[in-house]
Structure formats: structure tokens, C-alpha cells
């Protein structure tokens, strides 16, 4: 059941996708929210070898292509934090545009994907699991609870989400980042391997819509 529902969920990721590049573009590329194009790509790939990792089979070449997922949590997620800045200053915060606060969010950023490399995936470990009809490889000796790179970004979704809802009038940027963040705080409310994936996919269907409406917000000005 959960490969159908990994597989379900990398289909909506690539309905995602194909919106945000639209979106891109019809507004331009070089809009820094557009970070997002690489989030969701990143994570069409995860879902993608989840739900057909039964079918490649245990062995060194399943395991080469989730090492690859791991790099990818990495080396891509911490982009979002440049996305919660960027909407922050769309929608008119002026501290958000000081040159001292740019290179501060580039650089915690650049700390972050450093950070994860080295204490995440630099000399990864794997070994296979199976669940519920699932077959991936793992990290070994995984730690429990959100990792710091994680709750920075989260933090800062859920910070910037505040300032675009009361700023912008559009709640919907932080219903999902409180949905994803009350769900991480919370047990899975069925047994499987799927719920942090169908969090990830409210949370990424909240930010695309988020970078529609500022879109269509900034072409109204």
C-alpha cells in the first residue's frame, strides 16, 4: 500500500513542478522563490525511488540511489530558506532587502547545505529495510527528532509565513508550514512510512500557491 501511495505522491510533487515552472515562467527565472523548482524536483526523485525501489531489488545499485536522495536532502533543502526570505521581502518588509541581512541568509544557508554534508551524508552508511511493501536503504544508527538544519528552515517558513499573512492578507502560506510542523510534532496517526512524504506534499502545495499569489500580487502593483 505505501509504494501506491509513494507513487501517488510523486505524481502531485510533478503536477507541482509543472505549475512552478510555469509560474517561472511567465514571471521570470530570476526570482529567488524559484528555489522551489529544485525543492520539488528533489523530492519527485525521493518519492520516485521509494515507490519503485522494490522493483531495481536489494543491492549496490538501489543503495547508489539512495545515497543520491540523501545528498539531495542536503544539498537542496536548505534553499528554502532563501524561499522564506525572498517571500518575506515580496511582501514589503524592508529589513528584508538590507545588503547585511542578504548575506546573512546566504550564508547561514551556505552553513546549513556545509553543515548537512558533514555530519549527514559525508561517509553515509546504508543499510536496506522493507515496510510495508517498501524497499530503501537507511541510514544506520539514524537519530531520532528533527534535525538542526530541518528546524531552522522551519522556523523560518513558519516566521516568514506570519509576516506574508498579516502583510499580504494570505493565510494560506502558514497553514501549511503549521500543518507540516504540528504533524512532525505529532505521531503518525496510522502505521506507515508514507506521513512525513504526504507532509513534505501540504507543505510544498502551500509554498507553490504562496509563489503564485505574490506573483500574480506583484503584477497587480
Known amino acids: 500500500m505505501d509504494m501506491i501511495l509513494f507513487f501517488l505522491i510523486m505524481i502531485f510533487h510533478i503536477c507541482l513542478f509543472i505549475v512552478a515552472i510555469g509560474l517561472a515562467y511567465r514571471n521570470g ?26 522493483f531495481f531489488g536489494e543491492g ?12 539531495l536532502h542536503a544539498l537542496i533543502t536548505p534553499l528554502l530558506l532563501l524561499y522564506a526570505w525572498d517571500t518575506i521581502k515580496r511582501a514589503g518588509v524592508k529589513w528584508a532587502k538590507w545588503r547585511s541581512v542578504t548575506w546573512f541568509v546566504l ?3 551556505l552553513f546549513l ?10 561517509g ?25 538544519m530541518v528546524m531552522i528552515v522551519t522556523v523560518a517558513l513558519l516566521l516568514a509565513s506570519i509576516y506574508v499573512g498579516r502583510l499580504q492578507n494570505w493565510i494560506w502560506y502558514f497553514t501549511g508550514v503549521f500543518f507540516m510542523t504540528a504533524g512532525m510534532a505529532a505521531p503518525p496517526p496510522v502505521e506507515t512510512g508514507v506521513y512525513d512524504n504526504f507532509l513534505e506534499l501540504v507543505l510544498m502545495f502551500s509554498l507553490t500557491t504562496t509563489k503564485a499569489f505574490q506573483d500574480q500580487y506583484d503584477r497587480r502593483r
Open 107 to 109: 550564508g547561514l544557508t
Open 124 to 148: 553515509l552508511t546504508l543499510e536496506p529495510y522493507v515496510h510495508n511493501g517498501v524497499l530503501a536503504y537507511t541510514k544506520v544508527g539514524s537519530e531520532s527528532g528533527m534535525p538542526l
Open 29 to 54: 527565472w530570476f526570482v529567488v522563490s524559484n528555489v522551489i523548482i529544485l525543492v520539488l524536483l528533489a523530492l519527485i526523485y525521493d518519492n520516485a525511488m521509494l515507490a519503485f525501489g522494490k
Open 60 to 71: 549496490a545499485r538501489l543503495e547508489f540511489y539512495n545515497e543520491i536522495r540523501f545528498w
Open 113 to 122: 547545505i556545509i553543515y548537512e554534508i558533514v555530519s549527514e551524508v559525508w
